[in-house]
């Protein structure tokens, strides 16, 4: 296997030094690659022969060496890492979730990628094992036999003077679908870049139910022709990672080599997704709604133009449906993927702007990740409204199952009655 670098975000810089896993040719390779595949996004921090990745996480392959970037707020390696595969899998990126936390434990030194082929695999040998999809695809022919229908004015002009052969349209049933070729070239892809013999093994397992397809060429399109019914649904969990793996591959972007690619996450998105997803999930009550960038609401009403100004939209909010439809928002959350050391007045601003726009509003939660300081917990109450509160806890993120304890802490505090 290559080398393999873990790296904390926005914490650990990777260094240049002579005869060890990252050399000066892997740190040019790393540069060229981010700079044409992400020209826009400010994610590395450079330094004399040292980098250090910025609001990511993930992993990117290079030509010799993969990094592994996990997230940092003062967590160790084996609990960043952790937390990174719970996020991925609450959130969907994976079509799994991480199982009791004996079982985690066996996942910790697996490097992020292998992870991720091996999460493919699995689904994919679910379903193929049960037979490999199909359909029917529309074939024109010049038979010696009638098959489906006659095309009259295609067997004139090519039959006029053959009487032994018939033009004629049928249907024919075939595998070489836009998502059996999806899946040929992801297993294709894989079988180049992973190192691991259990995985490789794997993959030339699964190859081999699809092996009367060739590899395509251009697969970008192909993406997007998938669609599923009811017959190819049950292959959606292994379709959505196999587009994953291939929306990530440079060989998607034109100009970049295809022994670089990467899997990368912006952490601030990827926490408030994650806390939103594991929301969504709990038992909140049968009128509970849950909305993330929830945008309906605005702050000021404009005098002169009469039209609502300054749009609200907090990352998370929490409210019931009544009985004529209508919602009613009263708990705000905003998430904060920082270490909660020391709050900033500006996000105390944004939380008395969204616990104030929104009229029923009680508490405006800001949540950050757990560390292992003492308990950052801090409590306001409004001075204009001792009705409405303003709160700052932290969550834990290594398991969904702790999130969601703390999360039920915290809603029972601010007032929700759980079921």
């Known amino acids: 296997m290559s080398n393999v670098v873990i790296v904390r975000e926005a914490f650990d810089w990777l260094e240049v030094q002579p005869d060890s896993s990252f050399t000066e040719e892997d740190m040019k390779e790393l540069i060229a690659y981010m700079s044409r595949v992400y020209p826009k996004l400010e994610w590395l921090e450079l330094g004399f022969n040292r980098v250090k990745f910025i609001n990511i996480v993930g992993t990117i392959r290079l ?18 890492r952790l937390a990174l595969l719970n996020m991925l899998g609450i959130c969907g990126y994976v079509p799994y979730t991480m199982g009791p936390a004996s079982a985690s434990v066996q996942v910790i030194e697996v490097d992020l990628l292998s992870w991720i082929a091996a999460g493919f695999c699995m689904q994919l040998e679910k379903q193929l094992k049960r037979g490999v999809a199909a359909d029917y695809v529309e074939v024109e022919e010049n038979s010696l036999h009638l098959k489906g229908r006659l095309m009259i004015s295609k067997h004139l002009q090519l039959n006029a003077a053959d009487k032994t052969r018939v033009y004629c349209s049928f249907d024919e049933r075939t595998t070489a679908i836009p998502l059996n070729l999806v899946f040929c070239k992801t297993l294709a892809v894989l079988k180049r870049k992973m190192f ?3 995985i490789r093994k794997k993959l030339l397992q699964l ?6 397809l060739d590899e395509p060429g251009d697969i970008k399109d192909m993406l ?3 669609q599923f019914d009811r017959q190819t649904s049950r292959f959606e969990p292994a379709f959505r990672l196999a587009k994953l793996i291939l929306s990530q591959l440079s060989v998607l972007h034109r100009g970049t080599k295809e022994e670089c690619f990467s899997f990368l996450f912006e952490v601030h998105s990827l926490y408030e997704m994650y806390v939103g997803r594991v929301l969504q999930q709990m038992p909140l009550g049968s009128d509970a709604v849950v909305w993330l960038q929830h945008d309906e609401v605005k702050l000021l009403k404009n005098e002169d133009s ?14 019931e449906r009544q009985e004529n ?3 009613v928002w009263t708990i705000i959350m905003d998430t904060k993927w920082k270490a909660a050391t020391k709050y900033q007045q500006d996000d105390i601003y944004q939380m008395y702007a969204y616990v104030t726009g929104y009229p029923n509003a009680k508490s ?3 949540l950050y990740p757990a560390t292992d300081i003492p308990d950052p917990s801090r409590n306001w109450t409004l001075a204009a409204d001792s009705g409405k509160r303003i709160r700052m806890r932290t969550i834990r993120i290594n ?12 809603l029972e505090e601010a007032g929700w009655n759980l079921c």
């Not at 009469?306 to 409210?319: A, T």
């Not at 398991?399 to 915290?410: F, M, N, S, Y």
């Open 364 to 366: 405006a939660l800001l």
């Open 224 to 226: 997007n022709q998938v």
């Open 325 to 327: 439809g209508a919602e």
């Open 399 to 410: 398991h969904w199952k702790d999130t969601q304890e703390d999360l039920q802490g915290i």
């Open 63 to 80: 030509s010799r060496v993969q990094i592994d970037i996990i997230p940092k707020l003062q967590l160790g390696e084996e609990e960043g």
């Open 306 to 319: 009469g039209r609502d100004n300054i749009q609200l939209i907090p990352d998370i909010v929490l409210g």
């Open 207 to 212: 190859s081999g139910y699809l092996e009367d």
């Open 196 to 198: 691991d013999p259990a």
